[in-house]
């Protein structure tokens, strides 16, 4: 208490000095070279910094109360610091205010905004906070992963008002997941890219998109001349079409390049993400050759009567800002025996889907009987959709 | 080659000596080599390194193939037993209701095909044709159901009515192009006699439209399932505007389109 008293006495006149020539540091006055004496000194040379007196900070608590809580800060403000000036504190007490204060702050603000706001919030922000701290998907038991699918559901009927079944059915056994495209047969209708958009939760007002048609122009085989945004009737004479989504490469740069494990293979052969894993650093997204995954830049926005309920942890439940996302061969459906959504939505039946490993499968017959190729061969990365013609 | 001996000590000591062994040179190799000529005789060596000789090792052609997709695709496939027995999905669930033929083709595996017979409107056909067609032409002047088809399939020397409409089974069958009788649930057979590619691709999976689910049984379209046969390609591929998805802002350059 007593050495408080004598460093702020002792650091009026420096203090004043400081303030006036605006930044210059001033040398520390203190001689005992008490531990909150050299603190001080410390703090008069940062801008700034947490100090021993608390006379900024305790300014900036006071402003930061007063906003907080919408009261006039002009003539109280002074006088405020008025009153901690003269109020003999030591530096534990100047240390008490201070967090005193910000915590005031913070709380007034948390519950004026924040998820504890509304009847729900101590369940939500619960629930959030379980979320948070769980560990990667590959690592769980059975049972966490249980409870997972469990707070995600409940967390999307809190947060969306929508009921959605979250499912987590592993791969199946004996299966390899292969594609194939007919560039013959395509003739630009996008109902493929509707019916992904349709299935998969996507963000609508960033148009996320998995699955990119380019309208190529004939005669070779050019992919910077073709365009993927085109809108206009089609089939236009002397252009085809040729669509690229996720290849689920058997190679995949995107795994190996991720820094924090939140992409995997499984195995039967789909590429995935664990979206509460994906730091958004898009490093994936840097290393794919076939530009095959998108981000989410903000909040995904999904009018409430196209959300599609029955969901996969792994493929298509709601994701958040900041993750990466992209094609999982609709795995929801895949993986309970259906085609993806852009098989079945083809009207001109451009689209093969099937299990590799099935010697009698289409793709198998596809890939025995036509002339297929893959893009980009030369990378090595393996795709698993392969591009044929009639 | 000879050594040149240290200077400070005089001459050099004649040619250097490659290996040492304790008894001298007089006794043969030393070492592994000996080792190994213990084990085998010289003629069998000789025939072990011959061989390697003329077997060489796999090239990085080889190996590429080897370990190419298609090369582990199908060797994992050839170690599995029955396909279904291995996964259990099967897809049938969703195919209730839908009435299918089994396909009457050689060469593939089993499929069935969509039933056609439910979706003609006037069907059985002689509930109409009770007279031959002239006659009918002929008769009471009342207009009857299907004049207004055009034919746009062919030029009228390759294709006319008669050719796939069987007047001998009362119009309610197709025919071959010897005249025998099909029917119209396995119309893929009449028109795979003249597009037989793209039979032979519907039959293989890489032409026409599978029914739901790559697993469970295989329930692919007709041809008429896609195609009008009267003026093919039919409605399918006819041209039009894009799908829209909705609630999307109008088209935008998405991320990497424009590269």
Redesign the interface.
């Known amino acids: 208490m007593k050495f408080g008293v004598t460093i702020l006495n002792r650091l009026a006149r420096p203090l004043a000095a400081v303030m006036r020539r605006r930044g210059k540091a001033a040398d520390g006055k203190a001689e005992e070279p008490a531990p909150g004496g050299g603190s001080v000194r410390r703090a008069e040379t940062a801008p700034g910094a947490e100090t021993a007196t608390g006379t900024e900070p305790a300014a900036d608590a006071a402003t930061a109360t007063g906003a907080a809580t919408g009261l006039a800060t002009d003539a109280p403000a002074s006088s405020a610091l008025q009153q901690v000036l003269d109020k003999p504190v030591g530096r534990r007490g100047a240390l008490a205010f201070l967090a005193g204060g910000v915590a005031a702050a913070g709380t007034v603000a948390a519950a004026a905004t924040g998820p504890l706001a509304g009847p729900d919030g101590k369940e939500k922000a619960q629930l959030a906070f379980q979320e948070y701290f769980k560990g990667n998907y590959r690592q769980m038991t059975d049972a966490e992963k249980e409870a997972t699918v469990q707070r995600l559901e409940r967390l999307s009927q809190l947060r969306h008002g929508i009921k959605a079944e979250i499912g987590r059915e592993e791969a199946?056994?004996?299966?390899?997941?292969?594609y194939?495209f007919?560039i013959s047969?395509c003739?630009?209708?996008?109902?493929c890219?509707?019916a992904c958009?349709?299935e998969n939760n996507q963000d609508?007002?960033t148009?996320i998109?998995y699955i990119?048609i380019f309208e190529m122009n004939q005669g070779g085989m050019k992919l910077?001349e073709g365009?993927?945004?085109?809108?206009?009737?089609?089939?236009v004479p002397g252009k085809f079409y040729m669509g690229t989504q996720c290849f689920q490469c058997?190679n995949p740069p995107c795994v190996d390049v991720c820094p924090v494990g939140a992409t995997w293979m499984e195995p039967d052969g789909i590429v995935v993400i664990e979206y509460d894993w994906c730091i958004g650093c898009r490093y994936c997204q840097a290393a794919c050759p076939y530009?095959a995954r998108?981000?989410n830049w903000k909040a995904p926005e999904i009018?409430k009567d196209?959300i599609n309920r029955k969901q996969h942890y792994l493929g298509n439940r709601v994701r958040q800002k900041g993750v990466v996302e992209k094609c999982t061969f609709c795995l929801q459906r895949?993986?309970?025996?259906?085609?993806p959504a852009c098989?079945?939505a083809?009207?001109?039946?451009a689209r093969?889907?099937?299990?590799?490993?099935?010697?009698?499968?289409?793709?198998?017959?596809?890939?025995a009987?036509?002339k297929v190729f893959r893009l980009k061969e030369d990378l090595g990365t393996?795709p698993?959709f392969w591009y044929?013609m009639? | 080659m000879a050594r040149r001996g240290h200077p400070h000590r005089g001459a050099n000591r004649g040619p250097a000596i490659l290996w040492r062994t304790g008894a001298g040179r007089s006794q043969g190799p030393s070492g592994p080599a000996r080792a190994m000529l213990s084990v085998l005789p010289p003629p069998a060596l000789l025939i072990i390194l011959a061989a390697l000789a003329l077997t060489g090792c796999e090239s990085p052609a080889e190996r590429a193939h080897r370990n190419s997709?298609?090369a582990r695709?199908?060797r994992?496939?050839a170690a599995?037993p029955s396909?279904a027995a291995?996964?259990?999905?099967?897809?049938a669930s969703?195919l209730i209701g839908k009435v299918t033929v089994k396909a009457q083709v050689t060469g593939a595996?089993a499929f069935r095909v969509e039933a056609r017979r439910g979706s003609i409107a006037a069907f059985p056909c002689v509930d109409c044709h009770t007279k031959p067609v002239e006659k009918l032409r002929a008769g009471q002047g009342r207009r009857a159901a299907h004049w207004s088809i055009e034919l746009a399939h062919a030029p009228p020397t390759t294709l006319k009515c008669a050719t796939c409409h069987n007047a001998e089974a009362g119009m309610g069958a197709l025919r071959l192009l010897d005249g025998s009788r099909v029917g119209f649930d396995h119309s893929y057979r009449l028109c795979g006699q003249c597009h037989s590619?793209?039979a032979r691709?519907w039959a293989?999976?890489?032409?026409?439209?599978?029914l739901?689910?790559?697993?469970?049984p295989?329930v692919v379209?007709n041809c008429t399932g896609?195609h009008n046969p009267h003026d093919p390609p039919g409605p399918?591929?006819a041209?039009?505007?894009?799908?829209?998805?909705?609630?999307?802002?109008p088209?935008?350059?998405?991320?990497?389109?424009?590269?």
């Open positions: 199946p056994a004996g299966v390899r997941f292969g194939a007919n047969k003739k630009g209708f996008l109902e890219v509707k958009v349709m609508r007002s148009n998109q990119k910077e365009t993927a945004d085109f809108f206009h009737q089609v089939p058997e530009w998108r981000f009018p196209q895949t993986r309970a025996g259906r085609n098989v079945e083809c009207p001109t039946g093969v889907f099937g299990n590799l490993l099935d010697p009698d499968s289409e793709i198998r017959w596809v890939l009987n036509k393996e698993k044929y009639d | 997709v298609r695709i199908e994992s496939s599995l396909q291995a996964h259990g999905l099967s897809a969703y595996p590619l793209q691709d293989g999976g890489a032409h026409g439209k599978r739901e689910g790559w697993a469970g295989r379209r896609c399918v591929v041209p039009r505007w894009p799908a829209i998805v909705p609630n999307a802002p088209k935008l350059a998405q991320e990497g389109a424009s590269h």
